[in-house]
């Protein structure tokens, strides 16, 4: 079965560029999407198709996708960016990364 | 606005049933596939399964095959998840999220979820 891998954790200080990978065999191949889960709430969508932010995600989001590894990054990382961050693809059925807790610190 | 909104969660024992339920409001809910996906306590995402806009097309995760019936009723813009045979692993928080699929898939609204606890 196809999986998504994710660093458990990443650190980053206030205004520091926080990256998060995933791979996967391949991953390139396909369209990656990111979400972000907050303490007690439900998921959002941050990335999808690779590189493509929803309205009303700000812009220091920014996603990558090449070969085997897929990247979302957060330019000028605030506080309200400590979160759950899951890289998610799709392979005849949907999989999900293991998740990555973002530290702003 | 979208709106998804889950409910049927409780406490259940192993071998039991359960039937979930999302309410759907602010899209045109026959326009889209739809996805159950889960959240044991302290752990991951993780995709249960997916229904398409008219019910004919749906897929599940392994390990919920033969137990787990997705379903959805476009007169009451509602969709369920029939689960049976439950396990203490199925526990977990159930959202329900839309699809959104067009050259490249990925979940665009989820619901706030519903706790379903398998124990004796």
């Known amino acids: 079965s196809y999986e998504l891998t994710q660093p458990p954790s990443v650190s980053v200080s206030p205004g520091q560029t926080a990256s998060i990978t995933c791979s996967g065999d391949?991953?390139?191949?396909?369209?990656a999407s990111w979400y972000q889960q907050k303490p007690g709430q439900s998921p959002v969508v941050v990335i999808y198709?690779?590189?493509k932010r929803p309205s009303g995600i700000p812009e220091r989001f920014s996603g990558s996708n090449s070969g085997n590894t897929a990247t979302l990054t957060i330019s000028g990382t605030q506080a309200m960016d400590e979160a759950d961050y899951y890289c998610?693809?799709?392979?005849?059925?949907?999989?999900f990364g293991g998740g990555t807790k973002l530290t702003v610190l | 606005e979208v709106q998804l909104v889950e409910s049927g969660g409780g406490l259940v024992q192993p071998g039991g049933s359960l039937r979930l339920s999302c309410g759907a409001s602010?899209?045109?809910?026959?326009?889209?596939?739809l996805s159950w996906v889960r959240q044991a306590p302290g752990k991951g995402l993780e995709w249960v399964a997916s229904?398409?806009?008219?019910?004919?097309?749906?897929s599940y995760v392994y390990s919920v095959k033969g137990r787990f019936t997705i379903s959805r009723d476009n007169a009451k813009n509602s969709l369920s998840l029939q689960m049976n045979s439950l396990r203490a692993e199925d526990t977990a928080v159930y959202y329900c999220?839309?699809?959104?699929?067009?050259?490249?898939?990925?979940?665009?609204?989820w619901g706030q979820g519903t706790l379903v606890t398998v124990s004796s």
């Open positions: 602010g899209f045109t809910f026959t326009n889209y596939w």
């Open positions: 998610q693809a799709w392979d005849s059925i949907a999989v």
């Open positions: 391949k991953l390139g191949d396909k369209y």
């Open positions: 999220a839309r699809e959104w699929y067009s050259n490249g898939r990925h979940f665009d609204y």
């Open positions: 198709q690779d590189n």
């Open positions: 229904i398409n806009q008219d019910g004919s097309e749906k």
